[in-house]
């Protein structure tokens, strides 16, 4: 499991004061108000990031950085992703996992394993999973109810009902 999830992508600068506006990724967004510190990432580059000021927005979080005064600093900061200690990140429901715990595991149909979690990524209507398997190579499963069951971290697997999807 990663020690840092990624929570939102910072967007375009807002206002004089340096804010810049993050989206997150997740609907639980009150989380962003209790960080003092992130890291942002971007093309492999890492950057420490000290909060000042941070407030809830109708569809994002505006923050202040320390050291980002003027919207020409705060505007180098466009595309990088938030992220955060596990501990801090919004916290989890019944039932869900954070979608960077389920890239890896291995896609179980029957009692057997029928390929692998490569990648996950966000659809026009939800998360699809890139699956890869040895038989047919790359397919991409919207992540529904109908085709994935129980997800298992402890040994690393995730059920799948619809081996059809995978010929």
Request: glycine fraction near 10%.
């Amino acid at each position: 499991m990663k020690d840092k999830l990624a929570t939102g992508i910072i967007g375009s600068s807002f206002g004089v004061k340096g804010f810049v506006k993050i989206y997150p990724y997740s609907d639980d967004r009150k989380h962003f108000l209790s960080l003092s510190q992130v890291t942002a990432e971007k093309n492999g580059k890492k950057k420490e990031l000290t909060i000042e000021e941070c407030e809830l927005a109708k569809d994002c979080i505006l923050v202040h950085f320390k050291g980002f005064d003027n919207p020409e600093i705060a505007r180098t900061l466009t595309g990088f992703v938030i992220l955060v200690d596990r501990q801090e990140a919004a916290p989890l429901k019944k039932g869900e996992q954070y979608v960077a715990d389920i890239i890896g595991l291995d896609l179980v149909y029957d009692g057997h394993v029928v390929g692998k979690v490569a990648s996950v990524s966000e659809g026009l209507q939800g998360l699809l999973l890139e699956i890869t398997t040895e038989e047919s190579g790359t397919h991409l499963v919207p992540y529904l109810d109908r085709y994935f069951g129980k997800v298992d971290l402890d040994s690393g697997t995730l059920e799948f009902k619809e081996i059809m999807l995978l010929s």
